[in-house]
């Protein structure tokens, strides 16, 4: 890592990534650490040029007051301390009231307190990753799953660009996925992989697991198990494979409470492959919140469509095709989904609406069609908007829209009668149906 580092000394303050995010966004690197970090660790890490101690000293975690080591304030850093202010600290600060100050008193700290230099870019990250990927595969095989969803494509991308074939990416097909979604994964990387991009198409096998089993959270299991099931057989037929590859990000790494995790057995993070198929783990984009994630994939030449595409779950259309998935329903809810999506993205709303996307439930009702009764389901829409997904509200989106959008659902969609406009808020309803 050649980018100036500003280290965040975690005290227990739940602000620590609000503000090693302000200083990412000044263009300058920013970690967050232990409170116990060493003087010789913040040494080893070669590149920090300050340090910021948050939350002061009184914290409090399981009935103890925590502080950093006095050790520390020898190394000769600048130290900045957040609220409770430390006597031994350069700079001080206790307003993160008021966010504006608290940017300029940061901004200061940074650049004319600690003399950073504003280098850290996504053409500088993707640079020092591929000489560091380089380094620890060397010769060395990586396999790495591939959903197609924004992580995992980047860190395919990363390693593409480090390590060419020596990357080997498997693909299941579950059968849950949207319209044309595996196609398009395999046409993105199937240039630069060829024969090391393995397809899986396992739709049969997950559906025939789901067949009868309507309990949302049973279905959930099954599509999860099944998948580590799947990957690993891929795993086992694959030769001299030593890396397993992994789109962990920060969030991920702060909320686990530690920062490196390099070698670990797979199946703590894959989360079940057996302990036989151990791997060590290449975790390029742990440095990164997911924005920058974004950026990074830009800056190695993904679509932008791909890129700034909104979350799906890991179980896919199987928990939007309520109780128990029959295929003429997942086949409603993949067409749904597929008009909603070209809708929405025709109206601009693709880039203000954080998730939307249908549901069909495992009901019928009656209507009517060329003065004939019919008995078919009905369409559920859902847009929602949020920042952490823990609450959400609703897109209010405009009646023409909504129109067009019941109009072509209801007449392109086999088995399909009615469209209804989910208004329900988080907390209220969760964001997903099940
Ligand atoms: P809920 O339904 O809990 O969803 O309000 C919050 C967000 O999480 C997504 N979600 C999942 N993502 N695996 C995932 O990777 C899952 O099993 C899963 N379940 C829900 C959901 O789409 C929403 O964005």
Redo the contacts with the bound molecule.
Sequence with gaps: MKQDNILVLDLGSSENTTIARWVRDLGVYSEIHPHDITAQQIKDLQTVRGIIINGGKNNIIDGEAIDVLEEIYSLGLPVLSVEHPSTQATKSLDAWGNEEESKVVLKEFVFDTCKAEANWNMKNFVEDQVALLRKQIGDKKVLLALSGGVDSSVVAALLIKAIGKQLVCVHVNHGLMRKNESEGVIAMFEKDLEENLVYVDASERFLGKLKGVSEPEEK?KIIGNEFIRVFEEEARKLDGIDFLAQGTIYPDIVESGTKTHKVVKSHHNVGGLPDDLQFELVEPLFQLFKDEVRACGVELGLPHDMVYRQ?F???GLG?RCLGEIEIDRLEAVRESDAILREEFAAAGLDQKVW?YFTVVPNFKSVGVRNNERTYEYPVIIRAVNTID?MTATIEPIEWPILLKITDRIINEVKHVNRVCYDLSP?PGG???WE
């Design positions: 959930r979350p779950p890991g179980p928990v998730q997904a988080k969760t964001i997903e």
